[in-house]
């Protein structure tokens, strides 16, 4: 049951941080609420629950023919290491969110759809973090690797729909203390996860 509530508690870690950081879809988000409403701001929101299907099904087939070579799953855990610790440092040095808001005409999903499938990040996520995290959980259980997707996309949309809801409401949220300080302490945390993924990653190497 530890096991289980951890791949929940990682996916909610690796949602929130991913969702209130800095990126092309927050200032998507942003940008959408600000120029329009909440509403143009959600739509955004959502769009990753939209395109990620495709590419967590890709991953997961790939990462599962895998799963006997571990040399390629020690790189791709190390990899790992590297982008979580380089998302670390970007939140951890974050100040705040920088828009160019310009009047258009909301076409606020379409755009959404547009920023994340364009966008590398979900395919670096899902490639060398979510999938191997969910075929690890899988090893254990069906319910630990569907609460690490639950807890990830509840978690990265929620916060999100959330920043949209307060933006909303006041300007000043992107540049407030709570917010960089929020920003900041998700990534300590994804720091963690970093040292996390670089022993898992010498473990296939029989390093340690």
Do not use: C
């Amino acid at each position: 049951m530890l096991e289980e509530f951890t791949f929940l508690l990682s996916g909610i870690i690796f949602g929130l941080t991913l969702g209130i950081s800095p990126g092309p879809l927050l200032t998507l988000v942003i940008s959408e609420t600000l120029k329009h409403n909440r509403k143009e701001g959600i739509k955004v929101a959502i769009a990753p629950i939209i395109t990620d299907l495709p590419i967590v099904l890709i991953t997961l087939l790939i990462l599962s023919k895998m799963s006997n070579f571990d040399p390629i799953l020690g790189s791709i855990s190390i990899l790992g290491a590297i982008f979580i610790g380089y998302l670390a440092y970007e939140n951890i040095f974050a100040k705040s969110v920088k828009l160019n808001i310009q009047d258009v005409k909301p076409q606020s999903l379409k755009r959404g759809i547009i920023a994340n499938f364009l966008s590398p990040h979900p395919y670096i996520f899902w490639f060398i973090i979510g999938a191997p995290t969910v075929l690890k959980a899988l090893g254990i259980s069906l319910f630990s690797a569907v609460s690490f997707i639950l807890g990830f996309y509840v978690f990265l949309v929620g916060s999100k729909i959330f920043i949209a809801t307060v933006v909303e409401k006041s300007r000043s949220f992107l540049k407030s203390n709570i917010y960089v300080y929020a920003i900041k302490f998700l990534g300590i945390l994804l720091l963690i996860f970093s040292v996390m993924f670089l022993m898992e990653g010498l473990k296939f190497f029989g390093v340690i």
